[in-house]
């Protein structure tokens, strides 16, 4: 029976090489060259560093377009609260990494609402759509791209 399992995952290594590309041009950049502007790889995201909240939002659209660049979806980074003191401002960038349950429970709704012959299931951090043929299978992904949700949405493990 076809099968396909529906994921919200980031390419670490590609991130890794984003944040490097960013640090390269923000060190280059004639705007924030010798300012205290950084971007380094935390545990689990990315923290940004700046003199000002103004150089934070430029480090930020930087980093976003060496993702874009690198195939990462921006809608996967969750930027946290900026911190920012007298000498510099900080901001943690969380990378989101799976399907939350409520996300999950509106995509199988959204798949049922459709009255296309598949099952969907939760299973963990994805969902798994099964059907008797390929077509509902892709007819079900066509779906799910048209729909905007809050996370962005790979599909993988196609099975005939």
């Known amino acids: 029976m076809p099968s396909f399992d529906t994921v919200s995952e980031v390419d670490l290594h590609e ?4 944040v490097d590309q960013a640090s390269r ?6 705007d924030l060259k010798g300012t205290g502007a950084a971007i380094s790889e935390e ?5 940004l560093k700046a003199d000002n ?3 934070l939002t430029q480090v930020m659209d930087v980093l976003r377009g060496k ?9 996967s980074l969750e930027p946290g609260e900026v911190e920012s003191n007298v000498s510099e401002a900080r901001q943690p960038v969380k990378l989101v990494q799976g399907i939350d349950t ?3 429970k509106q ?16 299973q963990g951090e ?12 892709q007819a079900v992904m066509s779906l799910l791209r048209e729909e905007s949700l809050s996370v962005p949405l790979q599909f993988d493990n196609f099975r005939d």
């Open 67 to 75: 993702l874009a660049k690198r195939g990462v979806d921006a809608d």
């Open 126 to 137: 994805k969902v798994r759509v099964t059907g008797k043929k390929r077509d509902d299978l």
């Open 107 to 122: 995509i199988v709704k959204l798949i049922k609402g459709s009255k296309i012959k598949v099952q969907a299931a939760i």
């Open 102 to 104: 409520t996300t999950a």
């Open 43 to 47: 545990d689990g995201g990315i923290l």
């Open 53 to 55: 909240e103004f150089q």
């Open 15 to 18: 991130v890794t090489n984003a």
């Open 25 to 30: 041009e923000i060190s280059n950049r004639f």
